[in-house]
């Protein structure tokens, strides 16, 4: 079964520092994939077939590793249903015309 997938990624890197750079670098990783991607307070979410978004949310936790981040803590939700999953169709219905 091939379907989109929309899969949840919050990476909580373990620092004194600035914990902000080091989420952005990976929310970039996270752009640079070319997956659909909603970023959102809490979290990122992409959207694609399941081994691709996995691929990038990996890539997004290793790329905390940075400075002195000596240790990373990634939260990955997935969420699928028969006939695919997008952001949009589970969010738009709370969504304005004017954004």
């Given amino acids: ?42 979290g990122t979410t992409v959207e694609g077939d399941l081994d691709s978004c996995l691929e990038v949310a990996k890539a997004a936790h290793r790329a905390c590793f940075v400075g002195d981040v000596e240790r990373v803590v990634t939260i990955i939700k997935i969420g699928e249903s028969v006939g695919g999953t997008t952001i949009d169709g589970l969010v738009s219905k709370f969504r304005d015309d004017d954004q």
């Fill in 1 to 42: 079964m091939t379907n989109t997938v929309i899969v949840d990624i919050e990476v909580l890197p373990g620092t004194g520092g600035d914990v902000y750079s080091v989420v952005d670098g990976a929310i970039e990783v996270i752009q640079a994939s070319g997956l659909n991607y909603a970023v959102g307070p809490m």
